[in-house]
């Protein structure tokens, strides 16, 4: 009964050990990320990187390189394998183009905003640099790969990409006007960090990532593979956990700060 209703949503399973293995591990570790974060224990990078492991730093310095570098690697293979889909599969139909463009644009987004957004003071562990950033390319690649496997099989009984194209855009639109609003919190060479204002931070304190999620959601739709919904399910538990945790160290750092403001979700949560 659930199956069925299910498929109407979505690709049936593509016969690949690879893809079914993978949806399982995506959403498995990034769910325990997103606990993980929520007990203190935190992917060392941006304001949280000192939030945690001071103990063991102290016992063994990790390298290190700047922040700026470490996002720039985080990022850029996974735009780049993006990119190398459109030679590696150059037939292809209309859905698997979206989808491919997407996961493109999401990521370039990602780099642009390192190299012209984002301002950064502090350094990134080389260990979580290397594990961000296979994550992110072997994440990129499985959703592109996974798409392509269903391009032969039956199309879902009830088509989700025409939802999913706007929820897209104003997902990727929403999260970077809200990295612009964080960029613009500290003058150039300032380290001291604010509260953030405008837009829904009024709400929230990562409406940066509520877009994201609603950006991963309309590629989910796009896409409608099994993939793609549980890394994007995935995701979401992550950046739970992570807002929880980011607004827990504001809340820690300004004695002022708002108690109706929310972690993610609006009046929520």
């Known amino acids: 009964m659930v199956l069925s209703v299910l498929l109407k949503f979505l690709y049936p399973p593509p016969a690949s050990v690879v893809i079914t ?15 993980t974060e929520m007990k203190g224990k935190h992917m060392q990078y941006s304001k949280l990187r000192s939030a945690a492991g001071d103990g063991d ?13 470490g996002m720039i690697v985080l990022y850029t293979p996974a735009f780049l394998a993006g990119v190398s889909s459109f030679f590696i ?3 292809a139909d ?10 493109t644009t999401h990521f370039f987004k990602r780099v642009f905003e390192v190299l012209f957004v984002h301002k ?3 350094s990134m562990d080389v260990e979580a640099m290397i594990t961000i950033s296979l994550s992110y390319c072997l994440s990129s690649a499985t959703m592109i ?3 392509y496997l269903a391009q032969p099989l039956p199309e879902p009984a009830v088509d989700l990409k025409y939802v999913g194209i706007p929820m897209f855009v104003l997902g990727i639109g929403g999260n970077l006007y809200h990295h612009y609003l964080l960029s613009k919190l500290r003058s150039e060479g300032e380290k001291q960090y604010k ?16 877009f994201e999620i609603l950006g991963f959601f309309g590629i989910s739709c796009i896409s ?35 108690e109706d403001v929310k972690a993610l979700i609006p009046y929520v949560f």
């Open 21 to 35: 293995a993978m949806s399982v591990i995506s959403f498995v570790s990034l769910s325990n990320a997103g606990w």
């Open 195 to 210: 509260i953030p204002q405008g837009g829904l931070f009024s709400l929230v304190i990562c409406p940066h990532y509520l």
């Open 224 to 258: 409608q593979t099994v993939y793609a919904f549980s890394f994007t399910l995935g995701t979401t538990f992550y950046l739970m956990g992570r807002s929880y945790a980011t607004r827990k160290w504001y809340e820690s750092k300004f004695e002022d700060f708002p």
């Open 57 to 69: 730093e102290k016992k063994k310095e990790k390298a290190k390189v700047s922040s700026k570098v």
């Open 94 to 103: 209309f859905r698997f183009n979206l989808l491919r463009s997407a996961v």
């Open 145 to 147: 790969y996974s798409q």
């Open 89 to 91: 599969f150059p037939l």
């Open 120 to 122: 950064y003071s502090g």
